[in-house]
């Protein structure tokens, strides 16, 4: 028998929004994870806020709102408040009612930032990485280190001398997009800076590849499972690598001595030394010539085993650029870079350890 198109739909709906939400959904697992890293935060929020004036956005509700940008590459916060709208599930996440009103896309935006400047992001890296130390998926001995370049939310155009005198750029095309011509002109981060961003700067991976405004990511891998136990942003200078691997190790030695694996980028006198200085042996790959390492450090089993897991490091940046939206920047300045580089390996972190713990498979 054909069924009838009935254009007018029921008034009131008796199924409640958690039956809607599938038992083995991906989502569940992360939900439970990410509301126990927040309960770690409760204090930190308090202090955050006033006790008087306006109510605005839960923190909480905030996170995972900002999880679900990532989680589901959202590439805009208007768009995610559009489908907040109307997507039950990300309302569901996020801990909304069917009838509660979505934000304002502004008002979501001006809140986003301020908790971004709290440094809440770097404190909720560590309260997850925190549950997965409870739950014995990380090793405390040995780790990965490296660094990624990530795309500076500013045009090339915006590079222009410090002096003030505009360089030579030619705005025959007119129109809010003009023409510029740099042919012929020595650009160099010690004489321009970009007016949209200053923090940033021009950079390149390698030999060959193309210059780019840029700010530098580093993450410290634990080698048992790839999980990120920590990240920071800096400026990407020179020296941008050296200082990102050595601060990291900084927060994860302590009485004992740990490993730390990296690629032949590592492999300078003042990077061994400094890790040295840390209890720190540095597993780095070896330059073929004027190595800073020597057999007392690459005879043993545990420098080819490391040689062998770091290069797992790769998989949270290929993921957090793919996915994540790391690919190109939507923050300037170092602070609010460094919480959304946080923030988007948290989220990485989140999708694994959901995987890699079966009583969350059906949570």
Same mark, same amino acid.
């Given at each position: 028998m054909r069924g009838h198109d009935i254009p007018q739909t029921s008034l009131f709906s008796f199924?409640?929004?958690?039956?809607?939400? /599938?038992?083995?959904?991906?989502?569940?697992?992360?939900? !439970? *994870?990410?509301?126990?890293?927040l309960v770690k935060l409760e204090r930190r929020f308090t202090?955050?806020?006033?006790?008087?004036?306006?109510?605005?956005?839960? /923190?909480?509700?905030?996170?995972r709102a900002l999880l679900i940008q990532i989680l589901f590459s959202v590439r805009s916060e208007r768009q995610l408040v559009e489908q907040l709208d109307y997507n039950?599930?990300?309302?569901?996440?996020?801990g909304l009612g069917m009838d509660d009103e979505v934000w304002n896309h502004s008002t979501f935006s001006k809140n986003r930032d301020r908790l971004l400047k709290a440094n809440i992001c770097q404190e909720?890296?560590?309260?997850?990485?925190e549950e997965a130390t409870f739950a014995n998926l990380v090793s405390d001995e040995h780790f990965s280190v490296d660094g990624t370049l990530l795309e500076a939310w500013a045009s090339q155009k915006s590079f222009k001398p410090k002096d003030g005198s505009g360089g030579s750029d030619s705005?025959?095309?007119?129109?809010? @997009?003009?023409?510029?011509?740099?042919? %012929?002109?020595?650009?160099?981060?010690? &004489?321009?800076?970009? !007016?949209s961003d200053p923090a940033a700067r021009m950079a390149r991976k390698g %030999? %060959?590849?193309?210059?780019? *405004?840029?700010?530098?990511?580093?993450?410290?891998?634990?080698n048992r499972n790839g999980l990120v136990a920590g990240a920071l942003v800096n400026t990407a200078t020179g020296n941008a690598e050296r200082d990102g691997a050595l601060a990291l190790a900084e927060k994860h030695?302590?009485?004992?001595?740990? &490993?730390?694996?990296?690629?032949?980028?590592?492999?300078?006198?003042?990077?061994?030394?400094?890790?040295?200085?840390?209890? !720190?042996?540095?597993?780095?790959?070896?330059?073929?010539?004027?190595?800073?390492?020597?057999?007392?450090?690459?005879?043993?089993p545990g420098y080819a085993v490391s040689q062998i897991i770091r290069k797992r490091v790769e998989e949270p940046f290929g993921w957090g650029k793919v996915i994540g939206g790391l690919r190109k920047l939507h923050h300037r300045g170092v602070e609010l870079v460094d919480?959304?580089?946080?923030?988007?390996?948290?989220?990485?972190?989140?999708?694994?350890?959901? @995987?890699?713990? /079966?009583?969350?498979a059906t949570s």
């Open positions: 199924v409640s929004m958690e039956k809607r939400i /599938p038992e083995t959904h991906p989502l569940r697992g992360i939900r !439970v *994870l990410i509301d126990r890293g202090e955050m806020y006033s006790d008087t004036g306006r109510p605005s956005i839960a /923190p909480e509700k905030l996170i039950i599930l990300f309302r569901w996440f996020v909720l890296l560590r309260a997850v990485y705005n025959d095309g007119g129109g809010r @997009n003009a023409d510029a011509n740099f042919h %012929g002109e020595s650009r160099t981060n010690e &004489t321009h800076a970009s !007016v %030999g %060959g590849k193309e210059a780019k *405004l840029s700010y530098a990511g580093h993450i410290i891998m634990e030695s302590g009485a004992q001595r740990i &490993t730390i694996g990296a690629d032949k980028g590592y492999d300078r006198r003042d990077v061994v030394a400094g890790m040295r200085a840390r209890k !720190v042996t540095l597993h780095a790959a070896q330059k073929r010539s004027q190595s800073a390492l020597d057999g007392r450090t690459t005879r043993h919480s959304c580089f946080a923030l988007t390996m948290t989220g990485y972190n989140l999708v694994r350890m959901r @995987n890699l713990m /079966p009583e969350l």
